[in-house]
């Protein structure tokens, strides 16, 4: 047995009890649980699914990242092999730990900052070296956020 507080006049009652001997109110309304409907609670929920989006589009970059890497590897050495070892190396590695993961996600960084070389090289040297930087860092900025 144990003693609880009435929710109405606050007055200390057993939870064996019918009701509130003083106020009358019965033990289900006593005994109810609350509904938390405080801001904390939604402000929680709300940061959690935020989160969760931004987890689903940062590996959704990652992932295109990882398949320009691969198709560029495949068309390069002309092989499917390449194209499917760079894809399931890749997402097997940042999947494994996230060092290794970080490791990873610069080295697509430097990748796309290749990739950038060759587009921005169709509009000439100084346009090449741009690309790359532009590319590379965003690239970064985004794996290691
Ligand atoms: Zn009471």
Redesign the pocket.
């Known amino acids: 047995m144990a003693l609880i507080d009435?929710?109405?006049?606050?007055?200390q009652?057993s939870d064996m009890a019918e009701s509130?001997?003083?106020?009358?109110?019965p033990m289900s309304i006593?005994k109810k649980e609350p509904i938390n409907l405080s801001n904390e609670d939604h402000s929680n929920t709300r940061a959690g699914v935020t989160k969760a989006k931004f987890n689903e589009q940062y590996s959704t970059w990652l992932f295109a990242q990882i398949l320009i890497i691969a198709i560029a590897g495949g068309i390069y050495w002309e092989s499917w092999i390449i194209f499917g070892a760079i894809l399931l190396g890749a997402i097997v590695l940042i999947g494994s730990n996230k060092i290794v993961g970080q490791v990873v996600g610069f080295l697509l960084a430097a990748g796309i900052g290749v990739a950038g070389y060759y587009v921005g090289n169709y509009w000439g040297e100084d346009a090449a070296i741009i690309v790359t930087i532009i590319a590379f860092l965003s690239a970064l900025g985004a794996n290691l956020a």
């Open positions: 009435c929710k109405e006049c606050g007055n009652i509130c001997p003083r106020c009358r109110v006593i």
